[in-house]
């Protein structure tokens, strides 16, 4: 006669503690993939735009058209977005982007009243919103904004 105790394998008791166990390690560590994957679309998303908001920057900057003059300019590859703004000149409004966006640029005399010396505001709305904190609960708009003084002589 043979005795079950000398018998090897598992027990259902034991199956059901290696499953629990098992499961406690890789739900938090499912948890903290998902967070990585939103978080890197976020920051890939913010870095779009600061890329765009950075180009237009550098094409107001180093123009030496002077085609600017004191006002807020707009652009924009989504209908009717710009409607209450003047459009963005050219060579500035040569923009070739792929994301919808809006674009605004706000040239003012610098605020110490430097002669001169002019105050350049580019931002860049995206639209879409960013979503951030745990599990993306917590949502933010998709904009940045550059703000730059610069030195134009009198033409």
Known sequence: ????????????VELLVAIVIV???IVPLLT????????????????QIAYIAQEV????????????SVDTY?????????ESHANLPAPY?????????????KVDPYEHEVDNFYQITVRVEKNSFISSGK???HEKENKIELVTVVFRPDE
Do not use: H
């Open 57 to 68: 920057m550098e094409k107001v900057r180093y123009s030496t058209t002077g085609t600017l």
């Open 93 to 105: 409004s040569n923009l070739v982007i792929d994301e919808p966006v809006t674009v605004f640029v």
């Open 23 to 25: 499961g406690i390690i």
């Open 135 to 137: 599990a993306g609960l």
């Open 1 to 12: 006669m043979s005795s079950l105790k000398n018998e090897k394998g598992l027990t259902l």
């Open 74 to 82: 707009c652009w924009s590859n989504i209908n009717e977005q710009c």
């Open 32 to 47: 903290i993939m998902t967070g990585t994957f939103t978080r890197t679309v976020s920051q890939e998303k913010e870095t």
